[in-house]
């Protein structure tokens, strides 16, 4: 079993760290020491961490912050970071007014 | 291949979707040692994670109903303060929505029966479901209104359940597929993944229509397939309203959530022929058929611009009420699963009610009406 997969592993206590104020997923305003914490209170991935903090949620869907992120939760965990799975992209490549993506209408040229 | 004998529990989950992890809890509040087993990497990467937040007791089945009412009365207004982890469990009501006489029917039929179960949940007309809910377009002209529905957030209190049972020791496993379940003298007790043989007096199986293959190691049948449903996520709006809704059409349901944004559900109505059947995917047409079910009732969120959707399955079962229940043919197994999409709203009850079953054998709600022995061929 990867370690990463065993939830009750010991990652040792959280420790505030003197930058832990700096907004890591700008759009949702997530700082360092709440997805520091996050993961102290068990979410070891990216997914986990975008599902239970929002970061990685907002306008830019975590194109900025994917990479802090899991960097973060690296090196909280101790593994390299090759060994996480980026957060799941998803549809629409970026935001659509409602109207725009329910439009039934086809311009023919 | 050798397989590593892992050390004895009192309880295995297999499953951790919302189920699994608010049975865990209860069971570890209890005092019972318990293991989690995920076969993906992410916990609640199922349903738990991709439905709609609906925290409703109208239009459920009358089986169903006794589960969600307790729920709602019991476990949902203290959840935040229990897991310490903000649910955003908000109980402003349900409007099921209406246009048509046919709609007026289908909605006057789901009222009926509710009042008979005890429910507060009566008809109103478009003025006063103008007066609840003022961005409903006049085409609307009667609903179905339930004060005590309401909606929560799906995200944090599967992963909310999860962090408050590991903090109690619950231990948690993911990628962990359970392929096989394995009887000695007749009772349940191992549970056998890829990587390691788990050991238990009792194993729950709460794997969404997973369970069916899992069950079938043991010559169990649930009745269920797969379905999948689409989703879609707007950007923060201005806080508009506090309702969940849904239609008599079932064109779309959904709320505002506390962070601004809305969360709607819909279909197109090729879900069942879609050609990604295998993984939930989202079409290309599903999230511009939910857009269009909206603005015709909401012309207001035209503009609203959607950031992100997403599908996810049901575990779609014949009569389409969960089966909750032990085996009696395998002492010491129990199964939940089968929701049909709607076991969000009732997952706390149902954990706590699971939770009951295997410590003590008995629970607060009788659940004899969603045992697995229930499906009958035709007469
Ligand atoms: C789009 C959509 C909208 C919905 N809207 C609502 C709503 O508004 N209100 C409501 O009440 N309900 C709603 N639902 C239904 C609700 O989401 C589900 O009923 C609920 O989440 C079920 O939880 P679960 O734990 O049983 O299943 P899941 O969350 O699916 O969890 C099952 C878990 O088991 C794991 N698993 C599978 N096979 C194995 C195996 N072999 N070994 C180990 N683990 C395994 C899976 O990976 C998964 O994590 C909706 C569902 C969908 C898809």
Excluded at chain 1, 61 to 88: F, H, M, S, W
Excluded at chain 2, 109 to 117: H, I, N
Excluded at chain 2, 179 to 187: A, S, W
Excluded at chain 2, 230 to 245: D, I
Aim: net charge neutral.
């Amino acid at each position: 079993m990867k370690s990463i997969n065993d939830r009750s592993q010991d990652i040792g206590p959280f420790v505030s760290q003197t930058d832990d104020a700096i907004i890591i997923c700008r759009c949702e305003e997530i700082t360092k020491g709440e997805i520091r914490q996050a993961i102290h209170d068990g979410m070891f991935t990216v997914n986990e961490i975008r599902r239970y903090l929002r970061a990685g949620m907002g306008l830019c869907q975590g194109q900025t912050c994917g990479k802090l992120v899991k960097n973060l939760i690296a090196r909280e965990l101790n593994v390299i970071p090759d060994q996480l799975d980026p957060a799941t992209s998803r549809s629409p490549m970026r935001p659509v007014e409602m109207k725009v993506l329910g439009n039934e209408e086809v311009a023919h040229v | 291949m050798s397989k590593h004998m892992s050390k004895y529990n009192d309880v295995i989950i297999i499953g951790g979707g919302i189920i699994g992890n608010a049975t865990a809890y209860y069971l570890a509040k209890k005092g019972l040692s318990v293991t989690v087993l995920e076969a993906s990497k992410d916990i609640g990467i199922g349903g738990s994670s991709r439905n709609g937040g609906g925290v409703r007791q109208s239009g459920r089945d009358t089986r169903e109903l006794p589960l969600a009412m307790w729920g709602i009365k019991n476990l949902w207004p203290g959840l935040s303060e229990e897991l310490g982890v903000d649910v955003e469990y908000t109980q402003k009501g349900n409007l099921r929505l209406g246009k048509t006489a046919v709609h007026q029917k289908i909605l006057q039929g789901l009222t009926d029966k509710a009042v008979s179960c005890g429910l507060d949940v009566r008809m109103i007309n478009g003025d006063e479901i103008r007066a609840i809910n003022p961005y409903l377009s006049e085409e609307v002209t009667c609903a179905s209104w339930c004060p005590t529905d309401g909606h929560a957030n799906p995200l944090t209190a599967t992963l909310g359940y999860y962090k408050k049972a590991r903090e109690l020791g619950v231990r948690f496993i993911t990628e962990a597929p359970c392929f096989e379940l394995r009887k000695i003298k007749g009772v349940i007790r191992q549970v056998v993944t890829p990587d390691a043989i788990y050991e238990a007096d009792k194993v729950l199986v709460a794997a969404g229509f997973d369970s069916r293959k899992i069950l079938a190691t043991v010559g169990i049948d649930v009745p269920m397939m797969p379905l999948k449903m689409e989703c879609l996520v707007t950007e923060a709006e201005p806080p508009m309203f506090l309702q969940m809704l849904g239609t008599a059409d079932a064109d779309f349901y959904g709320h505002q959530s506390k962070h601004g944004s809305f969360v709607f559900g819909g279909s197109s109505g090729f879900e069942h022929l879609n050609k990604d059947n295998g993984s939930p995917i989202s079409s290309s047409i599903g999230a511009s058929c939910t857009c269009r079910g909206i603005i015709k009732y909401f012309p207001a969120l035209a503009d609203a611009k959607i950031v992100r959707a997403w599908a996810g399955w049901l575990d779609d079962c014949a009569d389409h009420v969960p089966v909750i229940s032990p085996v009696e043919e395998v002492p010491g197994l129990y199964i939940a699963c089968a929701f049909s999409g709607h076991g969000f709203g009732i997952a706390p009850a149902v954990g706590y009610n699971v939770a009951e079953m295997i410590a003590d054998g008995h629970s607060t709600i009788d659940l004899s009406a969603l045992r697995y022995d229930r499906f009958k061929p035709k007469q």
